[in-house]
């Protein structure tokens, strides 16, 4: 097979889809519609993930794909990855994961941790803005919420111009219910830990109305407050989104496009705890 000859032994290429991880995706694909045109056969499911997981990787353009790798055209991943998100196949296998780590006791549930990361747009689209850094340029944000451990519990795409502070409430309520254990799904952690971006009463507030512990680092206090002993995880958590090369500068117009990849590189880095851990 021309991928075996292409790119070598599984474990040292990221970018191609264990048996295990496939097992997992493949229930919740949407069945493809009947070809309306005779033509070439549609690729395979499973080589087009490759082919979306290998642009992910590299960061390569969707265009300059290497066909002698096997994955189909940059095209062809390009519209498969577009419809596997908006039929919300990331959202389903997230929560198929969490269920997973939640049935073995491995989600720390006493503390969420939520942060953001900039990162550069290179051409202007939706959720795009003005980088605080340099107005001239465009930018984005990945607004990251994870768990203890720093197993990401949600994430979300703005613009570059966009206060922390204002995600901090619809993070909290994209956190998904994970089921796993017996009795009802848990969607909700015993505290919340964040940096003096988040420091506001009103949301304060409205932490508390949710039933969580606001731990939040107020401005204008010297620093030592001991909550990078915690906020850590979360750090890390953004080093791991930004080793997807394709996600350290936002290449996309389509914000949609952008959150499919943001959404893609939640599972991997969701079932590398599962493998880890479960």
């Known amino acids: 097979m021309l991928v075996g000859l292409f790119v070598g032994k599984r474990e040292s290429r990221p970018w191609l889809v264990s048996d295990e991880l496939c097992l997992l995706i493949e229930p919740l694909l949407p069945v493809p519609g009947p070809k309306l045109v005779a033509g070439r056969p549609r690729v395979p499911d499973r080589q087009a993930l490759c082919g979306i997981l290998f642009v992910l990787h590299t960061g390569i353009q ?22 596997w998100n908006e039929a919300g196949v990331w959202d389903r296998l997230h929560v198929v994961l969490l269920a997973r780590l939640r049935a073995a006791n491995q989600l720390d549930w006493s503390r969420a941790v939520i942060d953001s990361s900039h990162v550069r747009a290179a051409r202007r689209g939706p959720k795009g803005g003005p980088s605080p850094v340099d107005r001239a340029r465009p930018g984005s944000k990945h607004h990251i919420l994870v768990d203890g451990q720093g197993i990401p519990l949600a994430v979300s795409l703005t613009g570059g111009n966009r206060n922390d502070v204002t995600q901090l409430m619809p993070l909290l309520a994209k956190i998904p219910s994970v089921p796993g254990l017996v009795g009802r799904p848990r969607r909700r952690p015993d505290a919340l830990f964040g940096d003096r971006g988040y420091d506001h009463d009103k949301y304060r507030r409205l932490v508390w109305a949710r039933g969580i512990k606001p731990v939040i680092a107020r401005r204008g206090v010297a620093h030592g407050s001991g909550l990078g002993v915690h906020r850590w995880v979360v750090e890390r958590t953004i080093a791991w989104f930004h080793g997807f090369r394709r996600l350290r500068v936002r290449w996309e117009r389509r914000d949609d496009i952008h959150e499919a990849f943001l959404g893609l590189a939640t599972c991997l880095i969701t079932h590398r705890h599962v493998q880890r851990l479960c």
């Open 62 to 83: 969707w265009e300059y794909l290497p066909q002698e790798l096997g994955f189909g055209s940059g095209m062809t991943c390009w519209r498969r990855l577009a419809a």
